[in-house]
Structures are given as C-alpha cells and as structure tokens.
C-alpha cells in the first residue's frame, strides 16, 4: 500500500501560478499510474491530470491544457502540478491518486479506480 501526502496550495489572483507536490510513501517500490483531481464546493470531483508510472504518457482534462503540466520524479518518489495562467474557476481542493492497475485514454479519467488518494490541498485563485 501507499500513502499520498499532497503540498503547495494557497491563494493566488487570477493569472498567477502555483506547483503541487505529492510525497508518496509506503510501498513506493512498486509503481502506480498517477492522477490529480479536484473538487470544488457542490461539485462532483473532476479530472485534472493523469501520469503514467513511467513518466512518459500523460493526459490532461481540456479546461486546464495548455496551462498545467503533471510530472513526476520517481526516485524521489514525488508527483507535481504545475499550474499557471490560474482562473476562478481552478478554485477547488486538489488530491493525488494512485492505481495499481493499468489505464489508457478516457479510462484514466474515472476516478473510481483509483485505490489510493491523498488529504488534499486547497486552492483558491481571486479575481
């Protein structure tokens, strides 16, 4: 098992930037596919991000590409979000998520595969 610490939220204005990090300890000897999600208040959680173990393949929900980037260092057994060009609408709390299975394209978006998840991190964008 593995356990996901998220970092790196705060309040920024509209247009500013912020980079997520999530630790990952336990059993990070094996590797998992990774994904960031967020939700905001009243609103079903949402796919923002997905990284492959690898580090190779990624996939990004379409309101946020072209303005964030996941990456992942797996010596360090670390996942960022880099977010710029940050919008109201970005407000929400943001969690990592880990699958031990495998995903490809739009099966990579269903969060209920993911088996592990982090506390969240908040983050909030003013206008």
């Known amino acids: 098992q593995v356990q996901l610490v998220e970092s790196g939220g705060g309040s920024v204005q509209a247009g500013g930037s912020l980079r997520l990090s999530c630790a990952a300890s336990?059993?990070?000897?094996?590797?998992?596919?990774m994904s960031w999600f967020r939700q905001a208040p009243g609103k079903e959680r949402e796919f923002v991000a997905y990284?492959?173990?690898?580090?190779?393949?990624?996939y990004y929900a379409e309101s946020v590409k072209g303005r964030f980037t996941i990456s992942r260092d797996n010596a360090k057994n670390l996942v960022y979000l880099q977010m710029n060009a940050l919008k109201p609408e970005d407000m929400a709390v943001y969690y990592c998520?880990?699958?031990?299975?495998?995903?490809?394209?739009?099966?990579?978006?269903?969060?209920?595969?993911?088996?592990?998840w982090g506390q969240g991190t908040q983050v909030t964008v003013s206008s």
């Open positions: 998520a880990a699958r031990s299975d495998y995903c490809a394209g739009y099966g990579c978006y269903d969060y209920r595969p993911y088996n592990y």
């Open positions: 990284i492959s173990r690898g580090g190779t393949g990624t």
């Open positions: 336990g059993r990070t000897d094996s590797r998992y596919d």
